[in-house]
């Protein structure tokens, strides 16, 4: 089954130093992965997906991430954290190929930033 | 495009009583609505997944009789939480797929409620 791991439970920069997220996945067939941000008390928001098209994905908010099938990886990147980045980030996975599959969270990593 | 309202976002109640949370797609119509549990520091776990129309498929542990859910439209789907307890406390989300969206589209999700049964 399609699952992913989100190596690190917190992670904390420096702004204005880059940020690495790591995601490992899990799946049979070639996945789709997607990155979430969610800021304390709301829903969340998509930073970028991956669906086979190209292997390195641009996001939103100058983030970006890079699909590597031989190390099962999908870490998420940017080179210069903001402030504003602090917040909690999932990793996440479909399972399933049909339109009612389902989306299968990683545990989290909270990002802090410190000034 | 692709809003998701969830209503309320906060909500106390007392022990006993039920609480209704609702899911709305504002500008689309979502054939598929997931809702999802947040415990505090913690994942989102999938509690449920509804189609318009049919029963909601729940995942296991999840108690279908105290976690009730009706997708009676294309637009929104509900979630009771029936006979509260302290430990339904939690950051319930929903989230939704647009009708003819394929199974790699992404969710877009509510703004989560936040209960407290007291």
């Known amino acids: 089954a399609q699952s992913v791991t989100q190596l690190d439970s917190h992670v904390s920069v420096s702004e204005g130093t880059p940020v690495l997220l790591r995601c490992n996945y899990s799946s049979s067939y070639s996945p789709s992965l997607f990155w979430y941000v969610q800021h304390p008390n709301k829903g969340l928001q998509l930073l970028l997906k991956?669906?086979?098209?190209?292997?390195l994905v641009k996001g939103i908010n100058g983030f970006e991430a890079e699909f590597k099938k031989s190390e099962t990886s999908f870490h998420l990147t940017k080179p210069s954290a903001h402030m504003s980045d602090a917040a909690e980030y999932f990793c996440?996975?479909?399972?399933?190929?049909?339109?009612?599959?389902?989306?299968?969270f990683g545990s989290g990593t909270r990002l802090s930033i410190r000034p | 495009g692709a809003v998701v309202s969830q209503h309320p976002s906060r909500v106390i109640c007392k022990s006993g009583t039920s609480v209704k949370i609702e899911c709305r797609s504002l500008d689309f119509q979502a054939t598929t609505m997931f809702w999802y549990r947040q415990f505090p520091k913690k994942s989102l776990m999938l509690m449920a997944t509804?189609?318009?129309?049919?029963?909601?498929?729940?995942e296991q542990g999840v108690e279908k009789d105290k976690f009730l859910i009706n997708h009676a439209s294309l637009t929104l789907s509900t979630l009771t939480v029936t006979s509260a307890h302290p430990e339904d406390s939690s950051f319930y989300i929903c989230?939704?797929?647009?009708?003819?969206?394929?199974?790699?589209?992404?969710?877009?999700f509510g703004n989560g409620t936040r209960l407290t049964v007291t």
């Open positions: 991956y669906t086979s098209a190209a292997t």
């Open positions: 996440v996975v479909t399972r399933g190929v049909s339109s009612a599959s389902k989306i299968i």
């Open positions: 509804s189609n318009e129309g049919s029963k909601a498929t729940y």
């Open positions: 989230s939704a797929r647009g009708q003819g969206s394929s199974y790699n589209s992404p969710l877009h």
